[in-house]
């Protein structure tokens, strides 16, 4: 069974920075392509950053700059760094394992996701 485990969320005041961190289990980590989303109250859930097998990294523009994704393959561990966070940026951060190297099509599976509160 395929399982995603995320920590690291948390309350953080406006300008301040997270890790975010995502173990994989159940799955050869290293073949695949990984990505964060996020979900704010009220609002559908939306993709912020993807990384493929090969370390090729992608953002949605209000992130550029400010959020950086990695994998470390000996740990089979997913990062998402958070630095300048904003209100707005409040939200449930979960991470997903894609069905193929690169970070196109559906996702496999969903960690349980991890709450970032960013407020003064």
């Known amino acids: 069974q395929v399982q995603l485990v995320e920590s690291g969320g948390g309350l953080v005041q406006p300008g301040g920075s997270l890790r975010l961190s995502c173990e994989l289990s159940g799955s050869i980590f290293n073949i695949y392509a990984m990505g964060w989303y996020r979900q704010a109250p009220g609002k559908q859930r939306e993709v912020v950053a993807t990384?493929?097998?090969?370390?090729?990294?992608n953002y949605v523009d209000y992130v550029k700059g400010r959020f950086t994704i990695s994998r470390d393959n000996a740990k089979n561990t997913l990062y998402l760094q958070m630095n300048s966070l904003k209100p707005e940026d409040t939200a449930v951060y979960y991470c997903?394992?894609?069905?193929?190297?690169?970070?196109?099509?559906?996702?496999?599976?969903w960690g349980q996701g991890t709450l970032v509160t960013v407020s003064s």
């Open positions: 990384i493929t097998s090969a370390g090729g990294t």
């Open positions: 997903a394992k894609y069905r193929t190297p690169l970070a196109f099509g559906t996702v496999q599976a």
